[in-house]
């Protein structure tokens, strides 16, 4: 008995050692298996992705110095979200989808005779489009996504504008944001008697991306540090939703 199990017990070596050659993810028993080969080819893909026209604009972004990389990715490890969300957001910011606009463009369908937003009619259906520039989605699904951040962060005694453009607006629309309330500061110190007014601008893109200037704000407001990963989360759940939303049209 004691004979036939060790020879059992070989054979299933023998197997086991059969299955790993060439046919385990782990490759365990290939000879010819570098894992810095491995490392170059998933940097040439990483390169190829940043270089391709449409789907290496968000990379571009991320390499902008007002951007924080890190941060920005910081959802991948830390979102907690279903794959079907991480999925999507990341076709949106890889602009990969089925709006009118890339279906004519990219796809060539030729059944499309215009591209024009199949809600407000009046501009191109592009991604852009629909997560920041449709006037009828402004009213509610916009406004929602700002609130939804705008619970997360908990104002005090500063004057706190919130926004989430698109990602090359960024910084664009923070300078724009300080802009805009520097004479009702004016007011306010005076009228109330203050030494001083902060003008607070907590700004990320609608696709998750976290500028330097977010950092800041969150520092001087004086609340936790880790607070952009929610606020990073609520804009991701909230573009996918409304994105989502639009396509069922």
């Excluded at 490392?39 to 990483?46: G, L, V």
Aim: proline share 3%.
């Amino acid at each position: 008995m004691l004979k036939m199990r060790r020879i059992d017990a070989k054979q299933r070596k023998i197997t086991e050692k059969k299955s790993d050659e060439n046919y385990t993810p782990l490759r365990l028993r290939n000879r010819y298996y570098d894992p810095q080969s491995k490392k170059e080819n998933n940097k040439t893909k990483k390169e190829q992705w940043e270089n391709k026209q449409l789907h290496g604009q968000h990379p571009y972004y991320l390499k902008q110095e007002d951007i924080d990389e890190a941060a920005s990715d910081m959802w991948l490890m830390e979102g907690r979200l279903f794959p079907e969300t991480e999925g999507f957001i990341i076709a949106i910011q890889d602009k990969v989808i089925n709006t009118k606009n890339y279906r004519k463009y990219i796809l060539q369908d030729k059944t499309l005779t215009d591209d024009k937003c199949r809600i407000c009619n009046q501009q191109q259906e592009t991604i852009e489009h629909i997560i920041a520039g449709c006037s009828i989605l402004a009213s509610i699904d916009y406004i929602r996504r700002h609130d939804n951040v705008a619970k997360i962060e908990h104002k005090r005694t500063y004057l706190v504008e919130i926004a989430v453009p698109l990602t090359n607006n960024l910084q664009r629309k923070h300078t724009e944001k300080i802009q805009r309330y520097i004479e009702l500061a004016a007011e306010i110190k005076d009228m109330w008697e203050q030494r001083e007014v902060k003008i607070m601008a907590v700004i990320l893109s609608t696709t998750a991306v976290i500028p330097h200037a977010l950092h800041r704000a969150i520092q001087q407001l004086q609340i936790p540090e880790m607070i952009y990963k929610e606020m990073q989360k609520a804009v991701i759940l909230d573009t996918c939703a409304l994105t989502r939303k639009f396509l069922q049209h």
